[in-house]
């Protein structure tokens, strides 16, 4: 049997299944809770290692019920988190999110690291990693932890999916480059640690941490027992990559836009210069505007009518027609997080008038996303790609988002309705690790689902 279990460790739920990669078909699928944060006061965001390392072993174990044969463990992960390890693998400090930014934290008398970083190496930091600097990276997190903590000499920051092949034994070391970018420190061009980056971090704190070896396939880096069975588990993906993968983006060919609790547009295959770059499969690349305010900020804005609307409003949202969104009046800024794209100090909404109505509120929120998104497409394609494919749970769920941009911007669209994109980019993933498909291009053929850009 070709079984693989799926994981796909977000930052709320974590969702599993067992695939078939021969018959093509899912088992037990099902998701946990992310444990709850040890510290989260909108500075720290620190989560418990060790639990998240249960929660690893129970969905794995959840997803294995019932089978035997299992050919590997697939993996995709939140990204720009850490925790520091020391030389045999267990943790130092906390696994600290990419929803903490203590980077911007002034320390008595001196500026704080990020300001320092950003003066060191702000010019140049898109060009060597593909990304704007930002406070939650943990190259800057780590900056700030290790000037505070005295760390051992010899420690290594390792992304999430590294701690958990960690914690699972006979770890190789190995992550995939969408994860391993994550972590700030990565020369995209040259595909290693930049040492401009690396010395900068390491001359602010005084330390000198190790990393993981990157990888651009998936690959076998640790190995769990399960019952009797010792089964691989390969090197962790980024969520973003694997949602846009298994959303059946083409690359070259569609425009993904990704609505879950933060929002990204991004162009696999595609990169014109104009936006930030990440890692992709098969050693490509993807253009992308990342950090574009979505659920996390409508929580807020529809939290300020108190809980027990908000569930009534959501409903709202979902019924909203597309251009009843685009003539609203009223305008809304959803950057109401430092991290967010657009961010002037917070949130606001303007144009309130006497025929205000919560339905035209919620007209505003749907409207801004749609613009933000329109704006990235322009960023990323000028119209060069003709159709959009619309995945996340958001999306899904609000509708209106996906007409709203496709009137904007003149680009069919599509919304992706084949279950959940991250699960299937890790089937997709496993259909070529075991030789079924020579590629990802043939994998995805195998795996059509609606949806799929063609």
Request: with cysteine; charged share 20%.
């Given at each position: 049997m070709s079984i693989f279990l799926l994981?796909?460790?977000?930052?709320?739920?974590?969702?599993?299944?067992?695939?078939?990669a021969v018959s093509g078909k899912f088992r037990n699928e099902g998701d946990l809770p992310v444990p709850r944060p040890l510290r989260a006061d909108g500075v720290f965001y620190e989560e418990s290692p060790e639990l998240l390392k249960e929660t690893f072993f129970r969905a794995c174990k959840k997803a294995a019920s019932g089978l035997s044969g299992l050919s590997g463990v697939m993996l995709s992960s939140q990204m720009h988190g850490f925790v520091v390890l020391n030389v045999k693998g267990e943790p130092l400090t906390p696994y600290i999110s990419w929803k903490d930014e203590r980077s911007r934290l002034s320390l008595p008398g001196r500026e704080s690291a990020f300001g320092v970083l950003e003066k060191r190496l702000g010019r140049d930091y898109r060009r060597i990693t593909g990304m704007d600097m930002r406070s939650c990276f943990p190259a800057f997190n780590f900056a700030a932890l290790a000037r505070k903590r005295k760390l051992p000499r010899k420690c290594r920051i390792a992304s999430l999916p590294e701690w958990l092949c960690a914690a699972c034994g006979n770890d190789a070391g190995l992550v995939h480059e969408s994860v391993f970018a994550g972590l700030g420190f990565y020369d995209l061009a040259k595909r290693r640690v930049s040492p401009d980056v690396y010395d900068a971090v390491s001359d602010y704190c005084g330390s000198k941490p190790?990393?993981?070896?990157?990888?651009?396939?998936?690959?076998?880096?640790?190995?769990?027992?399960?019952?009797?069975?010792?089964?691989?588990?390969?090197?962790?993906?980024?969520?973003?990559?694997?949602?846009?993968?298994?959303?059946?983006?083409?690359?070259?060919?569609?425009?993904?836009?990704?609505v879950g609790t933060g929002s990204q547009v991004s162009s696999p295959g595609l990169d014109l210069?104009?936006?930030?770059?990440?890692?992709?499969?098969?050693?490509?690349?993807?253009?992308?505007?990342?950090?574009?305010?979505?659920?996390?900020?409508?929580?807020?804005?529809?939290?300020?009518?108190?809980?027990?609307?908000?569930?009534?409003?959501?409903?709202?949202?979902?019924?909203?027609?597309?251009?009843?969104?685009?003539?609203?009046?009223?305008?809304?800024?959803?950057?109401?997080?430092?991290?967010?794209r657009g961010y002037k100090g917070g949130g606001a909404l303007t144009g309130i008038g006497e025929t205000f109505s919560r339905d035209a509120y919620l007209c505003a929120l749907v409207k801004a996303m749609a613009v933000n998104y329109a704006a990235a497409e322009q960023l990323l394609s000028g119209g060069k790609l003709r159709r959009a494919v619309f995945g996340g749970g958001l999306a899904r769920k609000i509708p209106a988002l996906a007409g709203a941009f496709e009137m904007l911007t003149g680009v069919k669209t599509s919304v992706y309705s084949?279950?959940?994109?991250?699960?299937?980019?890790?089937?997709?993933?496993?259909?070529?690790?075991?030789?079924?498909?020579?590629?990802?291009?043939?994998?995805?053929?195998?795996?059509?689902?609606?949806?799929?850009?063609?």
């Amino acid at each position: 049997m070709s079984i693989f279990l799926l994981v796909d460790f977000g930052a709320s739920r974590v969702k599993y299944a067992a695939f078939d990669a021969v018959s093509g078909k899912f088992r037990n699928e099902g998701d946990l809770p992310v444990p709850r944060p040890l510290r989260a006061d909108g500075v720290f965001y620190e989560e418990s290692p060790e639990l998240l390392k249960e929660t690893f072993f129970r969905a794995c174990k959840k997803a294995a019920s019932g089978l035997s044969g299992l050919s590997g463990v697939m993996l995709s992960s939140q990204m720009h988190g850490f925790v520091v390890l020391n030389v045999k693998g267990e943790p130092l400090t906390p696994y600290i999110s990419w929803k903490d930014e203590r980077s911007r934290l002034s320390l008595p008398g001196r500026e704080s690291a990020f300001g320092v970083l950003e003066k060191r190496l702000g010019r140049d930091y898109r060009r060597i990693t593909g990304m704007d600097m930002r406070s939650c990276f943990p190259a800057f997190n780590f900056a700030a932890l290790a000037r505070k903590r005295k760390l051992p000499r010899k420690c290594r920051i390792a992304s999430l999916p590294e701690w958990l092949c960690a914690a699972c034994g006979n770890d190789a070391g190995l992550v995939h480059e969408s994860v391993f970018a994550g972590l700030g420190f990565y020369d995209l061009a040259k595909r290693r640690v930049s040492p401009d980056v690396y010395d900068a971090v390491s001359d602010y704190c005084g330390s000198k941490p190790s990393f993981g070896c990157p990888v651009s396939e998936s690959v076998p880096a640790s190995t769990l027992r399960l019952g009797r069975e010792e089964v691989p588990v390969y090197a962790g993906v980024g969520d973003h990559q694997c949602a846009v993968l298994g959303a059946g983006n083409i690359s070259g060919k569609t425009l993904s836009v990704n609505v879950g609790t933060g929002s990204q547009v991004s162009s696999p295959g595609l990169d014109l210069g104009r936006a930030e770059v990440r890692p992709y499969f098969e050693g490509g690349v993807m253009g992308t505007v990342t950090h574009i305010p979505a659920g996390r900020a409508l929580e807020v804005f529809l939290g300020l009518f108190g809980s027990t609307a908000s569930a009534e409003l959501w409903k709202r949202l979902g019924r909203l027609k597309p251009g009843q969104a685009l003539s609203c009046g009223l305008n809304a800024d959803l950057a109401v997080f430092p991290s967010a794209r657009g961010y002037k100090g917070g949130g606001a909404l303007t144009g309130i008038g006497e025929t205000f109505s919560r339905d035209a509120y919620l007209c505003a929120l749907v409207k801004a996303m749609a613009v933000n998104y329109a704006a990235a497409e322009q960023l990323l394609s000028g119209g060069k790609l003709r159709r959009a494919v619309f995945g996340g749970g958001l999306a899904r769920k609000i509708p209106a988002l996906a007409g709203a941009f496709e009137m904007l911007t003149g680009v069919k669209t599509s919304v992706y309705s084949g279950g959940e994109e991250t699960l299937r980019g890790l089937a997709l993933l496993a259909l070529k690790a075991c030789g079924a498909a020579p590629d990802l291009a043939a994998a995805s053929k195998l795996l059509r689902v609606k949806g799929d850009g063609k």
